[in-house]
C-alpha cells in the first residue's frame, strides 16, 4: 500500500509560481497513476491534473490546462504540480492521490495524501 506526503505549499504572491511534490513510499511507485486535486475553503474538492503510471499521458481539468504541468520522477518516487501565475483563487489545500487503475481519468483514486496548503496573496 502507498502512502503520499505533499509538500511545496506556502504563501506566495499573486502571480508568483510553485511547485508541489508529492513523495511515495510502500509500494512500487511505477505501478501507479496520480492525480492532484485541490479544495478551497468552503468549496467541494476540485480534480486538477493526472499523471499515468509512467507519466507517458497527462489529463487536466479543462480550468487548470495552461498554467498548470504534472510531472514526475519514478526514480525519486514523486510526482509534481507546476503552478505559474498563480491567482489568489488558487488559494486551497492541494492533495495528491494514486490508483492502480490504467485509464485516464481514473474513476477512483484509492490513496490520498494529506495535502498541503497553498495561499496566494493579492
Known amino acids: 500500500q502507498v502512502q503520499l506526503i505533499e509538500s511545496g505549499g506556502g504563501l506566495v504572491q499573486a502571480g508568483g509560481s510553485l511547485r508541489l511534490s508529492c513523495a511515495a513510499s510502500?509500494?512500487?511507485?511505477?505501478?501507479?497513476?496520480v492525480g492532484w486535486f485541490r479544495q478551497a475553503p468552503g468549496k467541494e474538492r476540485e480534480f486538477v491534473a493526472h499523471?499515468?503510471?509512467?507519466?507517458?499521458?497527462?489529463y487536466y481539468a479543462d480550468s487548470m490546462k495552461g498554467r498548470f504541468t504534472i510531472s514526475r520522477d519514478n526514480a525519486q518516487n514523486t510526482v509534481f504540480l507546476q503552478i505559474l501565475s498563480l491567482k489568489p483563487e488558487d488559494t486551497a489545500v492541494y492533495c495528491c492521490?494514486?490508483?492502480?487503475?490504467?485509464?485516464?481519468?481514473?474513476?477512483?483514486?484509492?490513496?490520498w495524501g494529506q495535502g498541503t496548503q497553498v495561499t496566494v496573496s493579492s
Open positions: 492521490a494514486a490508483t492502480v487503475s490504467a485509464l485516464t481519468p481514473p474513476s477512483k483514486y484509492y490513496y
Open positions: 510502500g509500494g512500487t511507485f511505477s505501478n501507479y497513476a
Open positions: 499523471i499515468s503510471r509512467l507519466g507517458y499521458t497527462t
